[in-house]
């Protein structure tokens, strides 16, 4: 992980170290807000935004990172919520909403972020509730953002398709055209007309070729 492009220095020395404070946190961007959690108590800070302690009553499925493109996805558990979580799961539009895993590491002793990094993007494809006596737990399924190069995009290389990109793009005009366009290549060309005295009707054959 330590060898992953444009990772910040602060992760890679952490990564390093043999005591470390680690946390994760989850960032789900509904219609109308973004749900902020964290697996720690009070509030954190991460990219000027603030994060609600959810301790451990978040929970995250493993994140797979390996060297193969693979789109694995992952599941996020959230039990005991607030009632603005609540209400997200019950009334928002969360289907292909995105949601966002960081791991991060945290200064000692405090609620300080040392550096943070994103493990996991992808969007939100089913959201259960389960309802018990001990409190209401909502579980997100994710599908990662690799999923899409497995989808047929049912795009073309035709104006059609071009137009649906872009309306004001026209470089695909003219490719109906080509497909129908009659080429003579490589045939010769009777040139009869401008046939001078002294020139053999086979060699000029030849020089039409050339």
Known sequence: MATRPNVDSAITSRLGQDHQELFFAVKAEFDSDDILVWTGIDDLTINSETYTGAGTLLTISDVEDTLDMKATGINIALSGMDKDVLDAALTENYQNRDISVFMGFLMGGSNEVAGVLKIFAGRMVSLEIEDTIDGATVNVSCENRLIDLERPSNLRYTAESQQFI?????????????????????????????????INPEDEGEMNIR
């Open 166 to 198: 872009d309306s004001n793009d026209t470089g695909l005009n003219r490719v109906q055209q080509l497909q129908d366009k009659q080429l003579a290549w490589g045939q010769k060309s009777d040139n009869r007309h401008t046939r001078g005295a002294g």
